[in-house]
């Protein structure tokens, strides 16, 4: 009898403990739907941040444009520089051009001046021959005559008037012909004045034409840096925005992670919830627990090596859920190594690889390329090292899945 009032008082004992116990567990376990308006939240935060972060980027992206159209004014403002002296020199040679040919025309109206001086005077000698032989008529002729001692010398004497009035012809007419060739070149050289002048003309035109794009240019300038300063400053302004936005985007994530801790780390889970980290023909090169380490010697592998049946080397591994990451550099004799928080006091940890594809502080998505394999670290060759933590303590990865 006494045995069983005992027996009924435990039973009765056990089950108030029961009862107190689901009470306690009830008030702290999380609700999916708690837990998942929570990530919501957090989710909503993080793409707002993403959409700040283009809105930086199309700043960026302006700002850059106004950048390069400002350049583009500056080498086209160096170039309408170097086109601008190259024309006050052509002018410069146009100008002395001129002058020469002013100096040409000079001289050759001083030589005209000469040549008709010249024509001028062998003209009157010849005139006041003819007009002296016209006055004395006969007479003149008969003094020719009568001086002549014989008919020999009478010859001679008629032979030469004639001789000296045609010499005075002959000059005259060369001189006549030599005044009209310097009439001639004067002429083409005034010509080629004028010519030269239209030139300087049309290059003083275009020097006026580089001055006034250059002006344009100027401001143009002046145009583009102010748009360039605008978006730098926008940018600036957004990626400020964005970096707030962020560390609350990362404040309410680590409020939905700490409603888990505060609950005891208990969630209703539903199964199959994790992803594997590699693609599907993997298989095992080292098992969770005591092994024979090749460097070590006898030890506690405190995780999962993973090769692949082919391609091994530079294969992508994946995120087996949601999560931050808290690690993407060198890591010991893990070598380049991925850590990332997963919830539910839950962490992940990737060793040995060849190269990131996340960088720590960023949020990544279940599924999404963090890295690729290698053989980074204490390594004896290409593979992933799989190490899952819960609470801060390494455990069988497998019991995940």
């Known amino acids: 009898m006494k045995n069983r009032k005992k027996f009924s008082l435990i039973l009765v004992l056990v089950l108030i403990s029961a009862l107190l116990s ?6 702290f376990a999380v609700s999916q739907e708690e837990y998942d308006k929570a990530q919501e939240e957090a989710k909503a935060a993080r793409e707002a941040t993403e959409a700040k972060r283009k809105e930086a980027k199309e700043a960026a992206k302006k700002a850059a444009a106004a950048v390069a159209n400002f350049e583009d004014a500056e080498k086209q403002l160096k170039q309408l520089d170097e086109e601008i002296e190259t024309k006050k020199v052509e002018i410069a040679n146009t100008e002395a051009a001129i002058e020469a040919k002013i100096g040409e025309i000079e ?13 001028e005077e062998q003209n009157n000698a010849l005139n006041n021959r003819l ?9 003149g002729m008969v003094d020719v ?3 002549s001692e014989s008919v020999e010398d009478l010859l001679s004497n ?9 010499s005075d012809e002959k000059l005259l007419k060369k001189l006549q012909k030599d005044y009209k060739k310097l009439k001639k070149l004067k002429k083409e050289l005034e010509e080629e004045r004028a010519a030269l002048e239209y030139e300087q003309a049309v290059l003083e035109d275009q020097q006026i034409g580089l001055e006034a794009k250059e002006v344009e240019t100027e401001e143009l300038k002046k145009k583009y840096k102010a748009e360039a300063d605008e978006m730098h400053a926008l940018q600036a302004q957004k990626e400020a925005e964005a970096a707030e936005m962020a560390a609350d985007a990362l404040r309410k994530q680590l409020e939905a992670e700490q409603m888990i801790v505060d609950a005891g780390g208990k969630i209703d889970m ?11 023909n993997w298989e095992l090169s080292d098992k969770y627990g005591w092994r024979r380490c090749p460097f070590h010697g006898r030890e506690f592998h405190n995780g ?13 591994v994946y995120a087996i859920a949601d999560g931050y990451v808290t690690r993407a550099s060198w890591y010991g004799g893990y070598g380049n190594c991925i850590q990332y928080a997963i919830g539910n ?20 998505t279940k599924g999404s390329v963090l890295g690729y394999i290698g053989s980074t670290g204490a390594s004896t060759g290409p593979h992933l090292h799989f190490t899952v933590f819960q609470n801060g303590s390494h455990i069988n990865p497998f019991s995940l899945y």
């Open 145 to 147: 005559i009568l001086n």
């Open 345 to 364: 006091g839950y962490s992940v940890l990737y060793g040995h690889l060849s190269g990131y594809n996340c960088k720590a502080g960023q949020y990544v």
């Open 22 to 27: 689901a009470s306690f567990m009830s008030a």
């Open 131 to 139: 007009t002296a032989m016209y006055k004395n008529g006969n007479a």
């Open 107 to 119: 001289a050759k109206k001083a030589e005209m001046e000469a040549k008709e001086k010249e024509i």
């Open 304 to 316: 999962l090596d993973i090769v692949l049946t082919s391609g091994t080397k530079g294969a992508p």
């Open 158 to 166: 008629v032979g030469m008037v004639h001789r000296i009035l045609d």
């Open 270 to 280: 539903a199964p199959g919830e994790y992803a594997w980290p590699t693609a599907s």
